[in-house]
């Protein structure tokens, strides 16, 4: 028949675990590997997944740890394979990928170094932060690119809170100074949750809510660029009400261990310093096989998600994908990567039976910010309605309702729904910040 896939076992590696890789192979699996159709592997460099609009809520502590997805029992119950590793090298004539050694915290190596051979080889990888080359970020920085990084702002957070205040009381004490350099959604959303966390440590005891000073530096004269100017306003006011210091117009120089350095010469002390000032593809990435690259090392990438090798596709994040219809690329945004998972995922079943692939078309249904328990903004897209402005209550369903559509597509609406029901009853028994 004509739509039977090719009696050839194809190998296909899904390299980056990611909103997007997670989902594909998921779905492959579900489709090709079931049936011996297709040998579907995902490779990443940690064990387990949190979709990355959520590594904000890790790094201040509050998400539910239930909410991580375990990549192997993941691939086991959705038959694809999960390799732990960090990509390294690509040969294209011979067709393989090459995975660096996987070492402990103490150096000893725990997996050596492998290859992988595959006939469809898809790039996931996501983004990094892109620092611009300005002195001092990789030392004195936090980042918020990957669950590690999360976690270890994280630790880092509650340590400095406890060595600033358990054991010191008075009006001396030297408040706690947090500062995040970009006004995206990242250092928006990060600021908002930081502030609960204060809030709730001094409910379980802890002094010291009013004494924690948030900074969120910003080169532009506005935040959440996204965001049209009304919500981006609001936005700004709802922080301001929270006693965030908003300095705006602000272009960083250099980080110090003791602060920030702006353009206009003005010393931002911090003892935190968070970098969420923009993105790149891994560096890598540019020398990966020969092929195309843009400036912030994107793989370059026609209307079908193809590299320049017929063999090589790419999505997400490290993807340069233009946008039909619009000026510049696809937006590095979740929906993005949750389409061209879908559009790929088409594409790789039409090849194998011998058809063309799917164009992907992106359709923007618009932004959101969460605030927290504060607010949620945004603005909706559609043909039908034009651009609408939503808040309060609605715009935070709809923000839920983002995570849950990623959750359908890798767990089924059986166990999202079972998944719901439990974290609502976690989130009443146990603590709301993790505090280790």
């Not at 909410?67 to 732990?84: D, G, I, T």
């Not at 440590?201 to 004269?221: C, D, P, R, W």
């Not at 209307?303 to 997400?316: H, V």
């Not at 389409?339 to 039976?353: D, E, F, G, M, T």
């Amino acid at each position: 028949m004509a739509d039977d896939i090719d009696n050839k076992i194809s190998k296909i590696v899904i390299v980056g675990g990611g909103a997007a890789g997670l989902e594909l192979a998921t779905r492959l699996g579900r489709k090709l590997g079931k049936k011996k159709l297709a040998e579907i592997t995902l490779i990443d460099a940690s064990s387990t997944h949190i979709w990355k609009p959520l590594l904000h809520e890790v790094a201040a502590g509050t998400l539910d740890e239930s909410e991580q997805v375990e990549y192997l029992p993941q691939a086991y119950r959705n038959h694809f394979r999960f390799r732990l590793g960090k990509m390294e090298g690509l040969d294209r004539k011979k067709k393989e990928i090459y995975v660096s050694p996987t070492l402990s915290d103490t150096g000893e190596e725990l997996i050596p170094g492998r290859t992988f051979s595959y006939d469809i080889l898809v790039m996931s990888i996501g983004s990094v932060s892109n620092t611009f080359n300005i002195q001092g970020v990789a030392e004195h920085c936090l980042f918020l690119d990957t669950i590690s990084q999360a976690f270890k702002f994280q630790k880092q957070l509650f340590e400095s809170y406890l060595k600033s205040y358990i054991g010191k009381d008075g009006p001396n004490v030297k408040p706690l100074s947090i500062a995040i350099v970009g006004a995206g959604a990242t250092g928006v959303e990060l600021a908002a949750q930081l502030h609960e966390v204060t809030h709730v440590l001094s409910i379980y005891g802890l002094n010291g809510e009013s004494t924690v000073k948030l900074t969120i530096i910003e080169a532009a004269m506005q935040l959440l660029p996204a965001l049209p100017n009304k919500l981006a306003t609001a936005t700004q006011q709802q922080l301001v009400s929270l006693g965030v210091d908003l300095k705006m117009g602000r272009r960083v120089t250099e980080i110090t261990r003791e602060g920030i350095k702006t353009h206009d010469g003005e010393f931002i002390e911090a003892d935190l310093k968070v970098w969420a000032a923009g993105i790149k593809a891994a560096d890598w990435i540019k020398n990966l096989g020969g092929l195309e690259t843009n400036h912030i090392n994107q793989l370059v990438v026609d209307s079908s998600l193809k590299t320049s090798d017929d063999n090589i596709f790419a999505m997400g994040d490290c993807a340069a994908c233009v946008w039909q219809g619009h000026t510049g690329n696809v937006p590095p945004r979740a929906q993005a990567a949750h389409q061209q998972a879908s559009a790929l995922y088409k594409s790789i079943v039409n090849r194998l039976k011998g058809r063309h692939p799917v164009n992907f078309v992106y359709h923007d249904y618009g932004s959101l910010v969460s605030l927290g328990k504060y607010t949620t903004v945004g603005n909706l897209m559609g043909h039908l309605m034009g651009t609408v402005s939503i808040g309060g209550f609605i715009a935070k369903v709809v923000y839920l309702s983002l995570y849950k559509m990623h959750q359908v597509a890798i767990h089924g609406y059986f166990r999202t729904a079972m998944l719901t029901l439990s974290n609502a009853f976690r989130r009443s028994v146990y603590i709301k910040i993790k505090m280790h």
